[in-house]
Structures are given as structure tokens and as C-alpha cells.
């Protein structure tokens, strides 16, 4: 079945740094979705890429749709205390009814 | 617009109880999906509905069933609880079809069940 990568698994770094983690997958997908998920509560959706190549931003936040389709990552510049959380990537494939998911990178600020 | 919402917000069970987790959604979404969280094992998809009367199984159903009567409603029942069922349960729900702008899913703050 498919299967996401996604890296690193956790980060801890200094408030102010930039952070960088990214998916891969074995196969092409059409959309990819990343959340961010705090400690108690549900997945929120951060940002999503419909479009091979597609660079998309929200707020301190970037996201891209790798060009060969089967990878994606997110960037967060700045970090502050606030984006402390485990960050989630997913993918769908053309005509799929269901989103696969990678494991998640815990992000730990250091203030 | 409330968005998903799940209630109950936390259950405690005891072992061959059932429990009925309800799921709704006030974004007129076609599809709308059971996932259960536990620690290290990221999300796994229990039962799907792609619409009003359909179901299907996820890739951890065993235990489970659901029932979709309504398009804003989604029910995930255990009819048997077992201690390996306490997790925490996320419903969620998209509207669009897959690699079309509208291909976004949205999901519920969860439920903490925990079977003794």
C-alpha cells in the first residue's frame, strides 16, 4: 500500500529559528494536505497544494508540491513559542477516497 | 458554522459495554471518515462513508461499525468494548473530489475513550 515518509520525526530548536521538515512518498499523489495538531485537540489544517510545483503560504508558514509528486514540504520561519506542536503531512492519488498520512514531526521550542 | 464537531468529549467503559461516538458536520461534505490516534501510531482510518446510506471499512475496523442515515451525521459504535479500543478518536470530513481545489478535510477535536 501507499506509504508516506516524513522527517525528521521530532525537532527541538531555539525560538527564532527557521524549521524545515518534509514527505516523501512511493507513489504520485494529486493533493497534499499539512496540519499541525496540539495536545488535546483535532488535526487543523494548515495548508493545502493541489498543483505539481505549487509554493503556497500562510503566514510564517510555506508549503510545496515537490514536481515529481511524490514529495512535499513544509517550512516555518521565525518559529515562536505558539508552534509548538506534532506537524502532520498527507497525500491523496487522483480518484482515492482516502488521505495517507505520515507519522508526524514533533516540534519542541526551546524558549 | 460549527465545522465537525464529536461528542462525547471523553468516555470511560468498561470492558463488553457499548458506546455510540456521534459526528457531525454543518459543511454540506459528501465524505466523512473515523480515524483512531494512538501514541506512536499516527492516524488510522477505522470506517469511511463517501455518502447519505454508504459505508465502507478503513484499515482498523474490526470492532467497529458505523452508520451514516444522515449526510451531516456519522456514527461510530463498539458493541463490545475492549481494553485495545481505548485511543482517542478523530472524525473528519471533505467535501471535494480528490486533486481538485476542493479537496480539503477538516477534522473534530476529538474523543477520549478509555475501556477498562
Known amino acids: 500500500g501507499q506509504q508516506l515518509n516524513q522527517s525528521p520525526q521530532s525537532m527541538f530548536i531555539q525560538e527564532g529559528e527557521d524549521v524545515s521538515m518534509n514527505c516523501t512518498s512511493s507513489s504520485i499523489f494529486n493533493t497534499w494536505l499539512w496540519y499541525k495538531q496540539e495536545p488535546g485537540e483535532g488535526p487543523v489544517l494548515l495548508i493545502a497544494l493541489y498543483k505539481a510545483g505549487e509554493l503556497t503560504s500562510n503566514g510564517r508558514l510555506t508549503a510545496q508540491f515537490g514536481i515529481t509528486r511524490k514529495d512535499s514540504f513544509l517550512n516555518i520561519s521565525a518559529s515562536i513559542p505558539s508552534d509548538v506542536g506534532i506537524y502532520f503531512c498527507a497525500g491523496r492519488s487522483q480518484g482515492a477516497q482516502k488521505l495517507v498520512f505520515g507519522q508526524g514531526t514533533r516540534l519542541t521550542i526551546n524558549p | 458554522n460549527a465545522g465537525v464537531t464529536q461528542t462525547p468529549k471523553f468516555r470511560v467503559l468498561k470492558t463488553g459495554q457499548s458506546m455510540t461516538l456521534l459526528c457531525a458536520q454543518d459543511?454540506?461534505?459528501?465524505?466523512m471518515y473515523w480515524y483512531r490516534q494512538d501514541p506512536g501510531m499516527g492516524l488510522r482510518l477505522i470506517h469511511y462513508s463517501v455518502g447519505e446510506g454508504t459505508t465502507a471499512k478503513g484499515e482498523v475496523p474490526d470492532g467497529y461499525n458505523v452508520s451514516r442515515l444522515k449526510k451531516q451525521n456519522f456514527l461510530l459504535g463498539l458493541e463490545s468494548a475492549a481494553p485495545s479500543q481505548t485511543s482517542v478518536y478523530f472524525c473528519a470530513s471533505r467535501s471535494g473530489l480528490a486533486g481538485t481545489s476542493t479537496d480539503t478535510q477538516y477534522f473534530g477535536p476529538g474523543t477520549r475513550l478509555t475501556v477498562l
Open positions: 459543511m454540506n461534505h459528501e465524505y
